[in-house]
């Protein structure tokens, strides 16, 4: 796994944590066992882990999402600024382009 996807990993990780271990925990089952989606795979797709987020806590997944943001942000030494009309993947996706 390369840097960028290890840094959003660690902040998916660190962004649930947040809610409580349990909480992290129990979200990681139902991603896994009910959209398919495995713990590993969230990096390699981050729009299906917004998309299940979304499906969870509806638009209440942006607090958790923007946690995230922020969380990748430090972690690759990028600054994080909020920009109009911005949702999450145009953040990850700039974020990957900024560190190459």
Not at 7 to 17: C, I, K, P, R
Not at 48 to 67: P, Q, R, T, Y
């Amino acid at each position: 796994m390369d840097d960028f996807h290890g840094a959003l990993q660690e902040a998916v990780d660190e962004a649930l944590l947040e809610l409580s271990e349990s909480v992290r925990s129990s979200l990681y089952w139902f991603l896994e066992n009910y959209r398919d989606l495995k713990r590993e795979e969230i990096p390699l797709k981050p729009e299906e882990f917004m998309k299940a987020l979304k499906a969870i806590f509806g638009e209440g997944a942006d607090i958790i999402l923007k946690w995230v943001v922020r969380k990748l942000y430090a972690k690759l030494g990028l600054a994080f600024e909020e920009k109009a009309g911005w949702g999450f993947m145009d953040y990850v996706k700039q974020a990957e382009k900024q560190i190459g």
